[in-house]
């Protein structure tokens, strides 16, 4: 899927209120004290706006926002034209599709799976270990087993579209180890990844539900051609998604390792709890990793927050970000991003 398609509204800052103009508005909303309103959805990148309508089907009717972010990240997660999320992701160096999933509720409870191979769903593997093994990450061969133990079917999730894109790189491709004296290193991109600006478009969702109860998702195929067994900052708790019902959730897309490295959705939760705003605290988190690594200016993350009272906002690297909010008064906002570069 190309995520550079036109841009629709932008409307929505933090907290304000909107145009009413909803399609298949639900459940009353309630607006907060500050000028938020509940129940509201946000997710990163354009395919967000029909992730988001699901996850709506769910808020609008009274439902759970754990049970939103699950539903609506699934829709993602089985478009094939989406080739960075779920089945249809591209694959890794060796041809393997490997996937990433968080999830996380307003208790604090959160589950994760990484690196899995076969399972088109790892959102729902994620909340099954999260619900019912106790544990908190699956990785690998171990998750899969787990999955298909659960019940979830195991299926080809190298779909001809990536196979063929997988074979357009390797033509071109160096991701190869690289022999400099005794010492083998693998360097194949800006900051040692195969990344480039426009290889990552993980979906990130935070919701929160009429009772004013924060949950988030986080799915991703992770960075095209990685190497094999490589884990982005997705399935990491902290790092591709974090979640503190008192104060605020947060998810990262991008080129992972950079937000590992930092931490960076505790980060914006965090910073949102010393009160600095949504959109405030993901633009520290991106200046955070500037500052460490002034190079990554080369690199694109983006964070998306939301804060206890709905209010929503992000910051990125580089322009190109977009990120998706669905509430009552509209379901199909899109609102670029703001970015240091
Ligand atoms: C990752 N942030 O695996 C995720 C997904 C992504 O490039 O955006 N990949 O690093």
Redesign the pocket.
């Known amino acids: 899927m190309d995520r550079r398609r036109f841009l629709q509204g932008a409307t929505i800052a933090s907290g304000m209120a909107l145009t009413a103009q909803g399609i298949g508005r639900g459940a009353a909303p309630v607006a907060t004290a500050s000028g938020g309103m509940l129940p509201r959805v946000c997710s990163t990148w354009d395919f967000g706006v029909a992730a988001n309508q699901a996850a709506w089907k769910v808020l609008s009717t009274g439902g759970r926002s754990l049970d939103a972010v699950e539903q609506g990240v699934r829709v993602p997660e089985a478009d094939l034209r989406n080739h960075?999320v779920g089945k249809g992701g591209y694959p890794d160096r060796d041809g393997k599709v490997t996937l990433?999933a968080s999830i996380m509720d307003e208790h604090g409870n959160c589950g994760a799976v990484a690196a899995m191979e076969h399972i088109a769903h790892p959102i729902s593997v994620a909340r099954r270990v999260m619900e019912r093994t106790p544990h908190v990450l699956l990785a690998g061969d171990g998750a899969l087993q787990f999955a298909l133990e659960q019940g979830f079917p195991r299926e080809e999730l190298l779909t001809p579209d990536s196979e063929k894109a997988w074979h357009e790189w390797l033509k071109t491709a160096k991701y190869k180890p690289v022999a400099n004296s005794e010492v083998k290193t693998y360097n194949a991109g800006p900051g040692g990844t195969p990344?480039d600006a426009s290889?990552?478009?993980?979906i990130g969702m935070i919701a929160i539900d009429a009772k004013g109860n924060l949950s988030g998702a986080c799915t991703?195929?992770?960075?095209?051609w990685?190497l094999h067994g490589?884990?982005?900052?997705?399935p990491i708790i902290g790092a591709?998604l974090y979640v503190d019902n008192e104060v605020g959730g947060a998810t990262?897309?991008?080129?992972?390792?950079e937000?590992i490295r930092n931490v960076g959705s505790f980060l914006v939760v965090e910073l949102m709890r010393q009160g600095r705003s949504p959109e405030d605290a993901c633009r520290e988190a991106v200046e955070r990793i500037l500052r460490r690594k002034p190079e990554a200016k080369d690199l694109q993350v983006g964070f998306l927050a939301m804060d206890k009272k709905g209010n929503v906002g992000a910051w990125a690297i580089q322009k190109g970000f977009s990120y998706a909010v669905c509430d009552s008064t509209r379901q199909d906002t899109l609102i670029p991003g703001k970015s240091t570069y």
């Open positions: 960075s990433d990344g290889n990552h478009d993980t991703t195929s992770g960075m095209a990685k490589r884990v982005g900052d997705s591709g990262s897309t991008g080129v992972g390792e937000v």
